[in-house]
């Protein structure tokens, strides 16, 4: 279990994210299996793309682009709501690849950035056919905890 669990001063909740990764079940490579919020605010992200501000497509056929567009178009996005990456409890990395070597660069070059905090919640990476945009190598998925 990460952190210390559910704290209390006089009955009320005062840890507002617990991440667990159960003893009888793997350790994952930087991520949680479980996490928990207290009742509160959420914050969903759409996906967020690697598009600019103008909608244009940063990065074609250049998936380290890609991903350094996304961070930062996630941490401005978390910043709208007085958010970080901190308060993520929940990420989907979507990326246009069947092989491992692709899937896992993506996961170590996010992991690295700004938002890399984002991924030590319950995560997961998936290699998909498509995505939305033409030229579009990744998407990720954010959601996120806010204070009550």
Known sequence: ??????????GAVTEQIVRINPD???TPP?????????????????????LDKSGALVGDNDINAQVDQIAENAMI????????????VRTVIYVVSDEREV??????????????????????LLGVARLGFPGQLVE???TAALPA
């Open 1 to 10: 279990m990460c952190g210390t669990g559910w704290l209390t001063h006089a």
């Open 24 to 26: 009888r079940l793997h």
């Open 30 to 50: 930087g991520y949680h299996h479980v996490t928990v919020v207290a009742a509160g605010r959420v914050a969903y992200l759409a996906g967020q793309c690697p």
């Open 77 to 88: 996005a978390l910043a709208t709501v007085d958010a970080t990456p901190d308060q993520v």
């Open 103 to 124: 899937l896992s660069a993506v996961w170590d070059r996010l992991t690295q950035s700004p938002i890399g905090p984002a991924f030590t919640t319950a995560s997961t």
């Open 140 to 142: 990720v998925d954010l």
